[in-house]
């Protein structure tokens, strides 16, 4: 009978200490879902590249469902930065490549910049070449202002592309 005792508190004991354990892991779940949900901003410094690079990983999570693959993304640097005219011409070079090349389907495209006006003025410049159709099933992120969303939508929906509007604040 004291060996019945002995076992039944045993039992009771590793019971105990594994739900002790549950709760640890599960309190670590909610932390790590709460710290998910913490919304990022874009930086006040146009030149901070680092955390121009979270917001643009923060926005990009937000909209990848259906999406298989990495995200692209196309990034022009503040015009405050050094050489700022060449690394423009260079994305302008960029830009046109992939869209000349094809974008597979089921993949998203992210458009940013601190200057806002500048990206728009790159995207409706290279879009309007785009032939119409050749981005079916591509969704197009566009992160920006407000006041550059309709023209900017206006070159990209020709190609068949799903256009999609982050305003960044």
């Known amino acids: 009978m004291a060996a019945w005792i002995r076992f039944s508190l045993a039992a ?3 019971f105990g200490l594994a739900a002790c354990d549950q709760q640890g892991k599960d309190s670590k779940k909610d932390a790590a879902a709460s710290a998910e949900k913490a919304v990022v901003h874009p930086p006040s410094d146009p030149t901070d590249k680092k955390g121009w690079g979270n ?3 923060f926005v ?10 990495r995200p692209n993304s196309f ?7 050094p050489e700022w005219e060449g690394r423009l011409q260079g994305m302008h070079e960029s830009v046109a490549n992939s869209l000349a090349r094809g974008i597979l389907p089921r993949s998203l495209v992210i458009f940013i910049s601190p200057d806002y006006k500048a990206m728009a003025d790159l995207m ?14 591509v969704r197009i992120l566009f992160i ?5 969303e309709e023209r900017v939508r206006a070159v990209v929906e020709p190609t068949g592309a799903e256009f999609v509007f982050h305003e960044a604040k």
């Open 55 to 57: 917001y643009i990983n």
């Open 75 to 81: 990034f022009l640097a503040s015009s405050q930065e």
């Open 144 to 148: 920006g202002a407000a006041e550059d």
């Open 124 to 137: 409706v410049e290279e879009f309007e070449l785009a032939q119409p159709g050749t981005l079916r099933d």
């Open 60 to 69: 990009a999570g937000q909209h990848m469902s259906r999406i298989r693959g």
């Open 12 to 14: 009771l004991l590793l």
